[in-house]
């Protein structure tokens, strides 16, 4: 059974930053992708990035590109998300999310998710 555990949300200032991280477990798995989603209040869950470990690359939402960064580690199925200038519209409950392989993905396509962490920017 894989598990994926965020950590890292918090209350923030507008402007200020926060560090995730998403730790994916399971006897055997080896993730070829993790990515980042997040849900505000009222919303659907939407793509924040993505990191396939064999391009290096990621790839990001336009809302957040410039402002966030992801990096990982793939032999230790954990990724980060770096966020710096948060605005008040980042708020949202942020999901970790990863990818098994095995077969031809949409972007935001993933086959396990974590439980979420809230991330709240006062304004």
């Known amino acids: 059974q894989v598990q994926l555990i965020e950590s890292g949300g918090g209350l923030v200032q507008a402007g200020g930053s926060l560090r995730l991280s998403c730790a994916a477990s399971?006897?055997?798995?080896?993730?070829?992708?993790m990515g980042w989603f997040r849900q505000a209040p009222g919303e659907e869950r939407t793509f924040v990035g993505s990191?396939?470990?064999?391009?290096?690359?990621?790839y990001y939402a336009d809302s957040v590109k410039g402002r966030f960064t992801i990096s990982g580690h793939n032999a230790a199925n954990m990724v980060y998300l770096q966020m710096t200038s948060l605005k008040p519209e980042d708020t949202a409950v942020y999901y970790c999310?990863?990818?098994?392989?095995?077969?031809?993905?949409?972007?935001?396509?993933?086959?396990?998710w974590g439980q979420g962490t809230q991330v709240t920017v006062s304004s």
């Open positions: 399971g006897r055997t798995f080896s993730s070829v992708a």
């Open positions: 999310a990863a990818r098994k392989g095995g077969r031809i993905y949409q972007f935001y396509e993933f086959d396990y």
């Open positions: 990191i396939t470990w064999s391009v290096g690359i990621p």
